[in-house]
C-alpha cells in the first residue's frame, strides 16, 4: 500500500492549493477515503472523507465550503482543492484510507496572512 500527496506549497490568505493522492496497492475504487491535517503543536485533525465510489462527501465544519474533495477512480487519484485558504489550515496534509489504516507522507500547506 502506497499514498502518495503533492501538492502543498505557500500561498497568501485568499489564496488556492490543488492537493493530490496517487495511491497504489490496494483497489482504490472499493476504498473510501480521508484528509487528515496536522498543525505544528496540534494533534492531526480529519478535514474530509469521500466514499468509494464518490458519491458522498463529509467535512470538517470550519473547511465547509471552501475545500472540494473529490476522486478519480480511474487514475487512483483522490484530490483535495482548497480556495479561500486561511492562516489557520496551515498545517501537514495527509491522505489515508477508511479506518486510517494507511497514512502517505504528508505535503505541508503554509498560508500566509
Known amino acids: 500500500v502506497q499514498l502518495v500527496e503533492s501538492g502543498g506549497g505557500m500561498v497568501q490568505a485568499g489564496g488556492s492549493l490543488r492537493l493530490s493522492c496517487a495511491v497504489s496497492?490496494?483497489?482504490?475504487?472499493?476504498?473510501?477515503m480521508n484528509w487528515v491535517r496536522q498543525a505544528p503543536g496540534k494533534a492531526p485533525e480529519w478535514v474530509s472523507f469521500?466514499?468509494?465510489?464518490?458519491?458522498?462527501?463529509y467535512y470538517l465544519d470550519s473547511v465547509k465550503g471552501r475545500f472540494t474533495i473529490s476522486r478519480d477512480n480511474a487514475k487512483n487519484m483522490l484530490y483535495l482543492q482548497m480556495d479561500n485558504l486561511k492562516y489557520e489550515d496551515t498545517a501537514l496534509y495527509y491522505c489515508?484510507?477508511?479506518?486510517?489504516?494507511?497514512w502517505g507522507q504528508g505535503t505541508q500547506v503554509t498560508v500566509s496572512s
Open positions: 469521500i466514499r468509494s465510489e464518490g458519491s458522498s462527501t
Open positions: 496497492g490496494f483497489t482504490f475504487s472499493n476504498v473510501s
Open positions: 489515508a484510507t477508511q479506518g486510517f489504516a494507511a
